[in-house]
């Protein structure tokens, strides 16, 4: 029985199998009903009790060592089948490439930036690090004024002329007023940074969309139609808009701006709170001071200014109620943007 086992040992070493059938036929000649390796555990039971532990042992070994081999055969004519062996199956479907999306807020800034570039504006850019005279100083903001204060602006240096993270993108009409000839009409997009905490309705960086007008008798018709224009190419041509008076340091007059609810169309519901008005952007006529601070004559140019949250804009447009939609990456909100695209 030694012998045997020893000879099969040796047998199953050297096994070689081409084809699937190959691996089953060695499978029963010698684990099947009637196979080498099952014949000798028949035989087993004739075998003197001294000698089990032993042939038992011996035994054991070569099934397994059976079993393995027959198991590697296997995963190897399987590796192999279908390439090498000519039965390429090329009418096979290709695995899916999935193909990510673009972010809301990328496809909201884009389809902004798309209109306004049709009115003839051009897109400006400026540094996200920003120095004080830049987001707050040439932009008429009062030493004192709360939007200063470590609670609002996330400041980046200490000392006479700290450098801050931008909290809006009025800081590039400034940069544009003091390099560009007039007349200027500019976009500009870009990220912004505010020490708040986060929740469903704020979030510590978000994204803006300035806009600045300058040149002579620049008029708040102007800026009204510019708007109404922008509203009805952004959520539908019946939208309307209306402006409520407001402040700004760095327009006079200020005005906040309503779209007409595009969910109800003006007849009150949930998400405009039953008034038919949606919150969209404030603007104003850019105030003088802000003119002469940046070398422009306001006795010969005028200008209007808006200002607008993207996030804002794209939780109106798609009905997002939750801010922090934007900046969790959750795959399954993202795809619900593959149909915008
Ligand atoms: N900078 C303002 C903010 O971040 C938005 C804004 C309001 C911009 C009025 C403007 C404007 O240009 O005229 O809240």
Known sequence: MKEQIEELLEEIKDLKAETIQDVENIRIRLLGKKGSVTRLFADFREILPEQKKEFGKMLNHLKTEAAEKIEELRSSVEEHSGDDKGNLDLTRPGD??????????????????SIFTRFGYGVAEGPEIEDDWHVFGALNFPPEHPARDMQDTFFISQGEDPLLLRTHTSSVQIRAMEKMK?????????????????????????????????????????????????????????????????????????????????????????????????????????????????????????????????ERIAMLKWQVNDLRHYFENDVRFLREFEKVI
């Open 96 to 113: 899916e490439f999935e193909l990510g999306t673009r972010h809301p807020i990328s496809i909201t800034r884009e389809e902004i930036i």
């Open 182 to 310: 007039l007349p200027i009409r500019i976009i500009c997009p870009g990220r912004v940074f505010r020490n708040e905490a986060i929740s469903a309705r704020a979030h510590c960086i978000f994204h803006q969309v300035e806009g600045l007008y300058i040149d002579k008798n620049v008029t708040f018709a102007d800026l009204k139609q510019a708007l109404a224009s922008f509203a009805k190419e952004m959520f539908g041509d019946d939208t309307r808009i209306r402006m409520r008076p407001s402040y700004f340091p760095f327009t006079e007059p200020s005005a906040e701006v309503d779209v007409s609810c595009n969910l109800c169309h003006g007849k009150g519901c949930n998400v405009c709170k039953g008034t038919g008005w949606l919150e969209i952007l404030g603007c104003g006529m850019v105030d003088p001071n802000v003119l002469e601070a940046s070398g422009i004559d306001p006795k010969e140019y005028s200008g209007f200014a808006f200002g607008m949250g993207i």
